[in-house]
């Protein structure tokens, strides 16, 4: 990866916020690991085995039109922890998708099937705001192994190529939208569903609550507003806030 200040250059305030690839987790991440870990939970299979997921890379990367560096279009915890190594890094809006609250988690990542958690994904809507990645051609091909490893390591999304503009001109750019074939992916949930699988949902990841913290917070330093995320986080807190105000006025058990 070159310098800081090569891959900075558009937006040097964003060299803070940015995780140096080589020290993400995800550049280990492997099916091994989460089969354990689902082992350990009594989890059904929902992953891809290596070999199914490779041949899916394999096919889709075949359809670029052009070879050359690789754009990657980064939504969520992709933009500060790309784990991918980059050359350039911009400030990116795509008008094709958006990013909502419709992963229904009830794998053990982040919520169970008895307390479902809530995940984003990327959909069909009016804009998304988020960074593009600049991958450079000598570097596409094991990048990708680690990006497909991180976002294809089951069904809930798919790959796409899609128009991104930039300040420095428009890139068409990979990333990862809603698979709706996927029992994971619900767009009918309803408000009041999501914002109690945010309040409530946790597995081996963490909360889904913390989750969304996160995902606010980066935003925040990385200068991006996004109305959803600050509303769930809002109504999230306080659900939990009666919740536990409900908690405090039950009276004593007697003994």
Known sequence: MPSKNDSFIHHPELREHIEDPMASSFRTFGVEVLAQKMLELGLPKWWYADEVREA????????REHAGDLWVFAYGSLMWDPAVRFDEVRRAMISSHSRLFILKDIHGGR???????LMAALDVGPGCEGLVF???????EPETHILWKREQAGPF????FVDATTSQGSVTAL????????EAIDAGLTRDEQIRFLAEGSGFLGSSLDYLRNIKTHFDALGIHDEEVSGLLRDAEAYIAVDQLEISKEPPKQT
């Open 56 to 63: 899916m890379r394999a096919a889709f990367m075949k359809s």
């Open 111 to 117: 919520g169970t099937a008895e307390s479902p958690g």
């Open 134 to 140: 600049r991958i450079a051609e000598n570097l596409v």
């Open 157 to 160: 999304y798919k790959p796409r």
């Open 175 to 182: 990333t990862f939208v809603a698979n709706h074939d996927s």
